[in-house]
């Protein structure tokens, strides 16, 4: 791998592992132009992925967000490298790869709430080999080293890539010197037997410090149990902070020693849901990095405190996202200008 730029004093600086896929949402009703016999139907084609709009929602907060994804060299992927470069996602640690992109059909309720059907897993995201990623000594040591990678969806929850990165985090999370974020961003349609996929979540909840989930991620994997049961089930398994987004009702998040913290967000339009919780994930590790509260020894002694202000200030972002189409994370600038223009 080619050296990275070194990280400025308080900047964040994150490696994100995982897919950019291609989402196909629905689009406004246009002229069929003669093709109502056909029964067309019009969507736009939107960069997506949780783990790219992560990346890319650093990027806009100013983060050094470096990306590692398996890129088609044909077909959408050229346009998918396109679009994290011109976020200013650094994607040197990211490689070529025969399998075309992954496709996400998306289907919006009459909230905006998003739901997907995926089209793999012969496709590019799943099929990681252990060379194809950093060399752990890259990630972990020297004056390049990240503080945090982010992994989580579709390649650590289905093989041949789940195996792998496995391995490669059981590596990371050895050496001790870099943060593990882990959001398994489930998927049910893609799921054919439910207890092996608890089983692989759990894996690498235990590789993680940090550990991001949807109530709905939760209401899949533990029908019937309260948010707080999984959560200190996640807590006991090894992690040591876990958040659990809660759509409009904002977010909550448990520590170790029982502390639990709530945020509401701010009300907003919502236009779609898409790539609202991968805004709050990326707002969240940005405010904890600038403040030097990323490292596995920082969130091992993390206050409720901090905990709760880095909640508002990630469900602030997610709420942003939700009020635009498609995944389109907020900048500083605008994180900063809404904060301003709602405090006066």
């Not at 799943?126 to 890259?138: C, F, K, S």
């Not at 972990?140 to 041949?160: D, H, K, M, N, R």
């Given at each position: 791998m080619t050296d990275l730029p070194s990280q400025g004093a308080g900047q964040t600086s994150v490696l994100v592992v995982g897919e950019c896929l291609v989402d196909l949402a629905p689009a406004a009703a246009s002229p069929s132009h003669g093709t109502d016999a056909l029964n067309a139907?019009?969507?736009?084609?939107?960069?997506?992925?949780?783990p790219a709009n992560i990346a890319v929602g650093l990027a806009r907060l100013g983060a050094h967000s470096a990306f590692a994804g398996r890129f088609s060299d044909a077909g959408f992927g050229p346009w998918l490298r396109e679009h994290l470069e011109a976020n200013g996602v650094d994607l040197r640690p990211s490689v070529p790869?025969?399998?075309?992109?992954?496709?996400?059909?998306?289907?919006?309720?009459?909230?905006?709430?998003?739901?997907?059907?995926?089209?793999?897993?012969e496709t590019a995201d799943?099929?990681?080999?252990?060379?194809?990623?950093?060399?752990?000594?890259?990630v972990?040591?020297?004056?390049?080293?990240?503080?945090?990678?982010?992994?989580?969806?579709?390649?650590?929850?289905?093989?041949?890539g789940a195996g792998v990165i496995a391995r490669w985090l059981e590596e990371l999370r050895?050496?001790?010197?870099?943060?593990?974020?882990?959001?398994?961003?489930?998927?049910?349609?893609?799921?054919?037997?439910?207890?092996?996929?608890?089983?692989?979540?759990?894996?690498?909840?235990?590789?993680?410090?940090?550990?991001?989930?949807?109530?709905?991620?939760?209401?899949?994997?533990?029908?019937?149990?309260?948010?707080?049961?999984?959560?200190?089930?996640?807590?006991?398994?090894?992690?040591?902070v876990v958040v659990v987004t809660l759509g409009g009702d904002g977010a909550e998040a448990f520590l170790p020693d029982g502390s639990r913290v709530t945020a509401a967000p701010p009300a907003v339009e919502v236009v779609d849901t898409i790539g609202a919780g991968d805004s709050f994930s990326a707002a969240m590790l940005d405010f904890l990095g600038r403040r030097g509260e990323l490292s596995p020894a920082a969130l091992a002694a993390l206050s409720a405190t901090t905990l709760e202000a880095a909640l508002r200030h990630a469900v602030t972002a997610s709420a942003i996202t939700c009020t635009r189409a498609g995944a389109n994370p907020p900048t500083a600038a605008e994180l900063a200008d809404y904060a301003d223009r709602t405090t006066r």
């Open positions: 139907r019009p969507f736009v084609a939107l960069p997506g992925g949780g790869a025969t399998q075309p992109a992954t496709l996400a059909v998306v289907t919006l309720d009459e909230q905006g709430k998003a739901s997907y059907a995926f089209y793999g897993p799943w099929h990681w080999g252990y060379d194809e990623l950093p060399a752990p000594e890259l972990t040591s020297g004056e390049l080293a990240y503080q945090a990678v982010q992994i989580g969806s579709l390649a650590t929850a289905f093989e041949p050895a050496g001790g010197r870099v943060s593990i974020s882990f959001d398994p961003n489930v998927r049910a349609g893609l799921v054919s037997d439910m207890r092996r996929y608890r089983e692989t979540i759990e894996s690498f909840v235990a590789r993680a410090h940090l550990v991001k989930a949807s109530s709905d991620d939760l209401d899949v994997l533990y029908p019937g149990a309260s948010v707080g049961d999984a959560a200190r089930r996640w807590l006991a398994a090894g992690a040591r």
